[in-house]
């Protein structure tokens, strides 16, 4: 079990069942003005998740989850994280993605990172998941993990408040040609594949 983290600084939960490098990677995290809870299996992880969630206890801002752990998949504990509503904020960092997989992660709003990565990288990642997190609304939340721009958010919104392409354009004083535009372009960064399924995803609460 980790110590208890300060009650200032971002917490992030870091499992990985392979010492070294989660003693590298929290030290990434510490001078990097985070605390860190590192549990080396699925059941540790879950404990950490109930002890952290008591009344008193400080909120988990982030998770980085390893795939090849002792008890099981990583991917078993998106639900857990999806209950604790930290689905938005959780980033599996592994050197068992495939293409599959990754696509799997992404329509379930999960961003997927391949070992090894650099210290700036992972920190910037980390960065994000933070600032997901600390984001409220879903469809807010949804446009930070994916690192969308201040007008692709702001369209994305409009869509999903039930605006068309015409009066989404209106709006921001551009070209219907130029909305879809945009469109392609989130699409694209989302990995979703149709404005449908993109929609969706933006509004569902993850």
């Known amino acids: 079990m980790s110590p208890d983290p300060s009650p200032s600084a971002p917490i992030v939960l870091l499992v990985e069942d392979e010492e070294r490098v989660a003693r590298t990677l929290g030290k990434i995290l510490r001078q990097a003005g985070f605390d860190t809870a590192i549990a080396p299996s699925l059941a540790t992880a879950r404990a950490e ?4 969630a008591r009344p008193g206890g400080a909120a988990i801002s982030a998770v980085v989850l390893d795939l090849l752990l002792p008890d099981g998949h990583g991917t078993d504990l ?3 994280l999806k209950a604790s509503g930290l689905l938005a904020s ?8 495939d293409g599959d997989l990754t ?14 990565i650099g210290a700036g990288a992972f920190v ?3 960065l994000r998941l ?6 409220g609304d879903p469809v807010a939340r949804f446009c930070v993990a994916h690192a969308l721009s ?3 958010t702001e369209l994305l919104g409009m869509y999903c408040a039930g605006l068309g392409r015409r009066q989404c354009a209106a709006r921001l004083g551009c070209s219907t040609e130029i909305v879809g535009t945009h469109l392609k372009r989130i699409l694209r960064k989302t990995a979703r594949g149709t404005l ?9 609460e993850t």
Not at 49 to 52: E, G, K, P, Q, S
Not at 90 to 97: D, E, F, K, Q, R
């Open 90 to 97: 959780t980033a599996v960092l592994s050197v068992a993605l």
């Open 78 to 80: 998106l639900g857990d």
């Open 130 to 135: 933070v600032a997901a997190h600390a984001v």
């Open 49 to 52: 998740l109930a002890r952290l």
């Open 103 to 116: 696509v799997e992660l992404l329509e379930r709003g999960v961003i997927a990172i391949p070992k090894p």
């Open 196 to 204: 449908r399924e993109l929609l969706a995803a933006g509004r569902r």
């Open 124 to 126: 910037a990642v980390v």
């Open 150 to 152: 201040a007008r692709q």
